[in-house]
């Protein structure tokens, strides 16, 4: 069973930045799309930034132009830059990948804690 693998969360003031890193165990055959979604504590988890398999970005309305969603295809890694960070971008950050017709991947989620 592939497992994704987070990194790169941690505690950062506001107005700084972090990347996260989301690596795959295995090789993924059939990749729809990859995304980094994000819950706050006693909240739903949420969309922040998906890639599709055509390299097609979209963002949630809250971290556009802060946030960059990218890939290393060769590493098998997916990244989330993140820039401009504000306390209410602290969560969970999971990564999450669809590949063919049933098979969904998450990470085991990396804290992000923005402090003012």
């Known amino acids: 069973q592939v497992q994704l693998v987070e990194s790169g969360g941690g505690l950062v003031q506001a107005g700084g930045s972090l990347k996260l890193s989301c690596t795959a165990s295995?090789?993924?055959?059939?990749?729809?799309?990859t995304a980094w979604y994000r819950q706050a504590l006693g909240k739903q988890r949420d969309v922040v930034a998906t890639?599709?398999?055509?390299?097609?970005?979209n963002y949630a309305d809250s971290v556009k132009g802060r946030f960059t969603i990218s890939r290393d295809n060769a590493k098998g890694t997916v990244y989330l830059q993140m820039n401009s960070l504000k306390p209410e971008d602290t969560a969970v950050y999971y990564c999450?990948?669809?590949?063919?017709?049933?098979?969904?991947?998450w990470g085991q989620g990396t804290q992000v804690t923005v402090s003012s």
């Open positions: 890639m599709t398999s055509g390299g097609t970005t």
């Open positions: 295995g090789r993924i055959f059939g990749i729809n799309h």
């Open positions: 999450y990948v669809e590949a063919g017709a049933f098979r969904r991947y």
